[in-house]
């Protein structure tokens, strides 16, 4: 195009001479291409860029004819206008004479000369591009001409360097176009081989529907298939009974389809169909969230559980928190301190929402919970202070994946049902498969919010993520108390200086701390909310113990409804888990005291609750007295935090 455009246009004439009985359309479309070539376009660069491509063929080859015809005629027609011109015409060779004399004068006159130096420079002009024109026409208003002898050689010089940027900026958004064009058809290929149930080697039957993955997603499919079937031979469930559900697919990150031949799946719920069709053109408005939500962001006071009661739809409700999680996103600036991309945000969300189950505890709205719980930790709570927005980032992507794909069982269950998922991770078996699930999902180019993110910090943020996702096991519960233990005074100092400065193993020991208290964040909210959630974690241990029960396992005593009792249950979980973490928490951060005394809140009215049913002092003590727990947990031997996390990652 640029090419053309030196050239100047091919004629004046403007429009051609039809046939009697030719289509309007036709007419119209050749009086349009016309147009594009007197304007300076050439004849292969007009048909190419401004025939319809859904025009008949008989239509495409008459307007093909006619155009070339008014080429070839409009180039003759100049020739022999130009040759006749100065055959018959004695003045234009007069004309001709006096010019060269003029010439001659110019060299002997200063004055003379000027004047022919801006009728060069103005000749060069309109074989220019048009940014070079613009330029030189500024220059000359500011007095700034040119000598006679630099103007070619400096318009050439300048005429490359203006094409250079114009070609590199449109390559860049030719490349952006392209990359979102790729992604869109990936998603349209799936969403089509979902909508007609094609499995994922039928997809592709022409090279045009040919999806290539990347190694490292090929590797996440593999580790990530069928998680929760059984072992060959390791015991016979039941199927359509109780907690096991008939499935049809693996556990792959993005699987819609059942296939031909079902299998057994051990899980209290099944995994959730991901829409595909609803990614690829998704609508959000990020000014429909009400303003009192967007203010309880930061506050204690949210409660997921009444925003999920307000809904008659569980899907507006879920698109509604998605939306509330990117507006944490942009609140803290990770958004435009990363460079990510508003619907590739939303894809990353609404993907690991639906890859949450609907267990009764955890599920979505309890990684809602805890990412906001974090988000409040960053911002009312000043831990943002001693941190960077990195850290940042990587602390909500953790909560947000720490428990993806939970089948609401815990790893004991899973290692002694003989699962797959227990061959595969013998240790933090369910921390290690929630972090495979979560880069997996960011895997996915429609989901990489890391994609404008240089390789260096990416290898940072999936360090941080794994020893955050890994530090939600709770029998890392003492090592990681032990550790903030030993540093709290020395992050403190830093937390009250202007600047504070923490090595790599003191910002991982504040990361973690943190992570682990927004993971055990129900008792830190007021008995309205914090009694719900109470009641849906036993719910989900009481399962536990059913399927136990029905697959002919060894039954854990402490999840066994008819043994335990609630409210001593609430009392443990409060006193030797949570407490000992917030204060500790508390003592690098004041202003997380209000959890601490929150907690000892609800705690009272637990025991409040457990007197009520023992009156006497005998019941009472009788029941204190039992040992077991369900918050029995073996704790990982060490003291060491960062070799025990070391230990624990599945390479």
């Known amino acids: 195009q640029i090419k053309s455009r030196t050239q100047g246009p091919m004629s004046e004439k403007t429009s051609p001479s039809f046939k009697e009985g030719e289509s309007m359309v036709l007419q119209e479309q050749v009086q349009d291409c016309f147009w594009k070539v007197n304007r300076g376009g050439s004849v292969s660069t007009v048909l190419l860029l401004e025939v319809d491509p859904l025009m008949d063929e008989k239509t495409r080859l008459a307007l093909v004819k ?12 100049s020739s022999r206008k130009t040759s006749g011109a100065s055959e018959k015409s004695p003045l234009k060779s007069k004309d001709a004479e006096r010019s060269s004399t003029k010439s001659k004068d110019d060299q002997k006159s200063p004055l003379r000369g000027k ?3 801006k009728k060069t420079s103005a000749d060069s002009r309109k074989r220019l591009p048009r940014s070079v024109v613009e330029e030189l026409e500024r220059r000359s208003k500011k007095g700034l001409m040119l000598e006679q002898n630099s103007v070619s050689a400096q318009s050439s010089n300048d005429s490359q360097t203006f094409n250079v940027v114009e070609m590199q900026s449109t390559m860049k958004q030719i490349e952006d176009e392209l990359t979102s064009l790729k992604r869109d058809m990936e998603l349209i290929v799936k969403a089509w081989a979902a909508t007609y149930e094609v499995q994922p080697h039928e997809v592709a039957t022409t090279s045009q529907l040919q999806i290539p993955k990347s190694p490292e997603v090929m590797m996440f499919e593999k ?10 031979q390791a015991f016979s469930p039941t199927v359509g009974t109780g907690s096991v559900t008939v499935l049809g697919r693996g556990d792959s990150a993005f699987d819609t389809k059942s296939p031909t031949e079902s299998k057994n799946e051990v899980a209290l719920a099944p995994a959730r169909k991901m829409p595909l069709q609803f990614l690829l053109n998704p609508i959000f408005n990020l000014n429909a969230i009400k303003q009192e939500h967007h203010d309880l962001l930061t506050s204690l006071s949210f409660n997921v559980l009444a925003i999920d009661q307000s809904f008659k739809s569980s899907e507006k409700c879920e698109h509604y928190l998605v939306m509330l999680l990117m507006r944490m996103f942009l609140d803290l600036g990770l958004v ?16 690991c929402c639906r890859r949450y189950r609907n267990v009764p505890f955890h599920n979505f709205f309890h990684a809602f919970n805890v990412t906001q719980t974090m988000y409040y930790f960053l911002t009312t709570g000043k831990c943002l202070h001693v941190l960077d927005k ?12 720490h428990d993806l794909d939970h089948p609401g069982l815990n790893n004991g269950f899973l290692i002694q049902a003989g699962l797959r998922i227990g061959t595969l991770h013998k240790r933090s078996t369910l921390e290690n498969h929630h972090l495979l699930v979560g880069m997996s999902i960011i895997a996915q180019p429609e989901c990489n919010i890391f994609a404008n993110i240089p390789q260096q910090d990416i290898r940072v943020l999936n360090e941080y993520i794994r020893d955050l996702i890994l530090a939600t096991d709770l029998s890392l519960h003492g090592v990681i108390l032990r550790n903030m233990e030993g540093r709290k005074k020395r992050i403190f100092k830093e937390y009250m200086s202007s600047k504070p400065n923490l090595d790599h193993e003191d910002k991982v020991s ?34 536990q113990c059913d399927l136990e029960k029905e697959l002919n396992l060894k039954v854990s005593a402490w999840m066994d409804y008819k043994k335990i009792i609630l409210a001593k249950e609430q009392m443990n979980f409060i006193g030797g888990l949570c407490m000992p973490l917030y204060k500790c928490l508390a003592c690098v951060f004041p202003v997380l005291n209000e959890c601490v005394d929150q907690m000892t809140k609800n705690k009272q009215g637990w025991e409040k609750r457990f007197s009520s049913f023992y009156t006497t002092p005998e019941q009472q003590q009788d029941a204190a007295c039992q040992k077991e727990s369900i918050w029995k947990e073996n ?10 996390l070391a230990k624990m990652k599945t390479n």
Do not use: H
Not at 66 to 77: D, L, N, R, T
Not at 223 to 232: G, I, V
Not at 390 to 401: E, F, N, R, S
């Open 66 to 77: 006619y155009i070339s015809e008014f080429e070839v005629s409009a180039k003759s027609g």
């Open 336 to 351: 435009k301190e990363f460079n990510i991309d508003e619907v590739t945000l939303y894809r990353f969300i609404a993907t």
């Open 510 to 543: 504040v990361m973690t701390m943190i992570m682990k208290c927004a993971d055990l964040s129900n008792e830190i909210r007021n008995p309205d909310i914090s009694n719900k959630w109470a009641t849906r974690i036993n719910r989900e241990f009481f399962a």
């Open 635 to 644: 704790e990982a031997k060490g003291k060491d935090l960062f070799g025990l």
């Open 115 to 117: 004047e022919s130096k």
């Open 390 to 401: 990195k850290a940042a980032l990587a602390m909500l992507v953790a909560t947000l994946c």
């Open 223 to 232: 580790m990530l298939e069928s998680p929760y079937l059984p072992q060959a």
